[in-house]
């Protein structure tokens, strides 16, 4: 069964470093999101990414986090210059056009130091 | 703002039905989800309901949804050790671009 991946599984960072969150959604899959979930607490939507543009955004996601499509398979997560609250499990997650199911991975865990 | 509410936690003994409610509060709401998080794991779709259905049966899960009270329920019929987790409930609205906004998620802990 196909499913979403993502790499690293855990992620050690210092503060102020940039840190790249790496994806590989469902191949015929056009939607894909990012979501986190800091210790404890509910799971955040991040940012819905189709057709090469961010289609909406949360608060969460200020000029320090970007998006990228850099190939036909790959979706990433950026995160600048990471802060202490940064720390949390990123969620990748994928879907198919005019299907309303979002699939997930497994996650990443970030941790910054 | 859009809200979904949980309970925390859920003790059931194995063979048992478990019920896990949640609430939320958009009425625009299509589509509503059960998504299972077992430890140091992702989220797993369980089962997911359109707003124009009542109830959606699937195995041993069964949805009830009251849409005039803003409340889904998930039951779990005959209750195993592997279904001990975290649930959470989820819901998206037409005009989110697929956005899912989820409850805080309810421990279930099965015992033999």
């Known amino acids: 069964e196909p499913e979403v991946t993502q790499t690293p599984s855990h992620q050690v960072t210092q503060m102020g470093q940039e840190v790249i969150l790496r994806c590989v959604p469902i191949?015929?899959?056009?939607?894909f999101y990012w979501y986190r979930q800091i210790l404890g607490q509910k799971v955040e939507f991040l940012v819905s990414?189709?057709?090469?543009?961010?289609?909406?955004k949360s608060e969460i996601f200020d000029d320090q986090f970007s998006v990228e499509r850099p190939d036909g398979s790959n979706f990433t997560l950026k995160i600048r210059s990471t802060k202490l609250e940064d720390s949390a499990m990123y969620f990748c997650?994928?879907?198919?056009?005019?299907?309303?199911?979002?699939?997930f991975g497994a996650g990443t865990r970030l941790s910054v130091l | 703002g859009e809200d979904v509410e949980q309970s925390l936690f859920l003790s059931v003994r194995e063979g048992d039905s478990s019920v896990i409610n949640c609430t939320y509060t958009?009425?625009?709401?299509?589509?509503l989800y059960w998504y299972k998080q077992e430890p140091g794991a992702g989220l797993q779709l369980l089962t997911y309901?359109?707003?124009?259905?009542d109830m959606k049966q699937d195995q041993r899960l069964t949805v009830l949804l009251n849409k005039k009270d803003k409340h889904l329920s998930l039951r779990i019929a005959d209750t195993q050790t592997g279904d001990s987790a975290i649930y959470f409930c989820?819901?998206?609205?037409?005009?989110?671009?697929?956005?899912?906004?989820f409850g805080a998620g309810t421990q279930v802990v099965v015992t033999p």
């Open positions: 997650a994928s879907q198919q056009v005019a299907k309303n199911i979002q699939y």
């Open positions: 191949s015929n899959h056009l939607y």
């Open positions: 990414f189709y057709n090469n543009e961010i289609s909406e």
């Open positions: 958009d009425s625009s709401s299509t589509y």
């Open positions: 309901i359109f707003s124009n259905m």
């Open positions: 989820a819901e998206s609205s037409p005009d989110s671009w697929g956005k899912l906004q």
